[in-house]
Antibody
Framework: QLQLQESGPGQVKPSATLSLTCTVS??????????WAWIRQPPGKGLEWIGS???????YYNPSLTGRITITIDTSKSQFSLNMRSVTAADTAVYFC???????????WGHGTLVTVSS | EVILTQSPGTLSLSPGERATLSCRAS???????IAWYQQKPGQAPRLLMY???SRATGIPDRFSGSGSGTDFILTIKRLEPEDVGIYHC?????????FGQGTRLEIK
């Protein structure tokens, strides 16, 4: 069974860059059907799709975040990463990595990691 | 972007009853590109339904989905205590892929 695990700092200073990595195991990151996604959930709020990356490196971003985010993939390490620049308190959230089948529904999720933007 | 509005905000029912959760889209989804998730406190969401009416692996047939266009429904029959949680709908017909704000299901 596919497993995903987020890693990265739990606290980031305002205006800094948030960097998270997701490690994929139990399946191939080179899957032709899976897109590797980042989704976030501010405390007590709903879910927001941040963006997805394909094994080839093609990326798909939420326009509300385009310009601040970069999602990359390292197939040799079975990892994909999120960089989010110029963070503010509004970026405080639980960040999930996940596999999004053919850019549709999301069956496999990481446990999520809370990132707090605070000085 | 497509805005999904879920209702009610909170649903409080007794074991054995039927729950009906609504998800309304701000524009028509030409195909049945709606998924439903269940989320328990401190956990990641779990996929329940995709393609409006297809159950994900391991989901009991007490769960069913229906709808088309802009109006979609998740029905849970014979509620059990373990069904408590927040239910999210998601549309993947239009990018950016969006989620509703969630319906909280409480079991009395």
């Amino acid at each position: 069974q596919l497993q995903l695990q987020e890693s990265g700092p739990g606290q980031v200073k305002p205006s800094a860059t948030l960097s998270l990595t997701c490690t994929v195991s139990g399946g191939s990151i080179n899957s032709k059907s899976d897109y590797w996604a980042w989704i976030r959930q501010p405390p007590g709020k709903g879910l927001e799709w941040i963006g997805s990356v394909y094994y080839s490196g093609s990326t798909y971003y939420n326009p509300s975040l385009t310009g601040r985010i970069t999602i990359t993939i390292d197939t040799s390490k079975s990892q994909f990463s999120l960089n989010m620049r110029s963070v503010t308190a509004a970026d405080t959230a639980v960040y999930f990595c996940a596999s999004q089948w053919e850019l549709t529904s999301i069956e496999y999720w990481g446990h999520g990691t809370l990132v707090t933007v605070s000085s | 972007e497509v805005i999904l509005t879920q209702s009610p905000g909170t649903l409080s029912l007794s074991p054995g009853e039927r729950a009906t959760l609504s998800c309304r889209a701000s524009q028509s989804l030409s195909k049945s590109y709606i998924a439903w998730y269940q989320q328990k406190p401190g956990q990641a969401p779990r996929l329940l339904m995709y393609g409006t009416s297809s159950r994900a692996t391991g989901i009991p047939d007490r769960f069913s989905g229906s709808g088309s266009g802009t109006d979609f429904i998740l029905t849970i029959k014979r509620l059990e205590p373990e069904d408590v949680g927040i239910y999210h709908c998601q549309q993947y017909g239009w990018s950016p892929y969006t989620f509703g704000q969630g319906t909280r299901l409480e079991i009395k």
